[in-house]
């Protein structure tokens, strides 16, 4: 089992960055394939970024391509998403998930995941 917090939300403006951080709890983080997924008020939760156990294979959702960025140091049991140039449509909650690898694979649906953290906000002001 993993437990995930998540971090590094708040208010900012049209241009800003942030970096999110998910904590993750035991002693075999480097098991588990992250991704990050975010839900706006009234809006279903959608896929943002995934990343594989080794961290060498990623994936972006077209909508954050070439903003946003997915990493993890599995030396600090530590998921990251480096949020550029961020955009109004950017607000929402937003939520590191893991889900134990069986191949150096992401995963882009929210069904393939079966941990989830409690979300942080990330809110952009125009």
């Known amino acids: 089992q993993v437990q995930l917090v998540e971090s590094g939300g708040g208010l900012v403006q049209a241009g800003d960055s942030l970096r999110l951080s998910c904590a993750a709890s035991?002693?075999?983080?480097?098991?588990?394939?992250m991704a990050w997924f975010r839900q706006a008020p009234g809006k279903e939760r959608e896929f943002v970024a995934a990343?594989?156990?080794?961290?060498?294979?990623?994936a972006h959702a077209d909508s954050v391509k070439g903003r946003f960025t997915i990493s993890r140091d599995n030396a600090k049991n530590t998921l990251y998403l480096q949020m550029n140039s961020l955009t109004p449509g950017d607000t929402a909650l937003y939520y590191c998930?893991?889900?134990?690898?069986?191949?150096?694979?992401?995963?882009?649906?929210?069904?393939?995941?079966?941990?989830w953290g409690q979300g942080t906000q990330v809110t952009v002001s125009s």
């Open positions: 998930a893991a889900t134990l690898a069986y191949s150096d694979s992401y995963y882009s649906r929210r069904y393939d995941y079966n941990y």
């Open positions: 990343i594989s156990h080794t961290g060498v294979k990623t």
């Open positions: 035991g002693r075999t983080f480097s098991s588990y394939a």
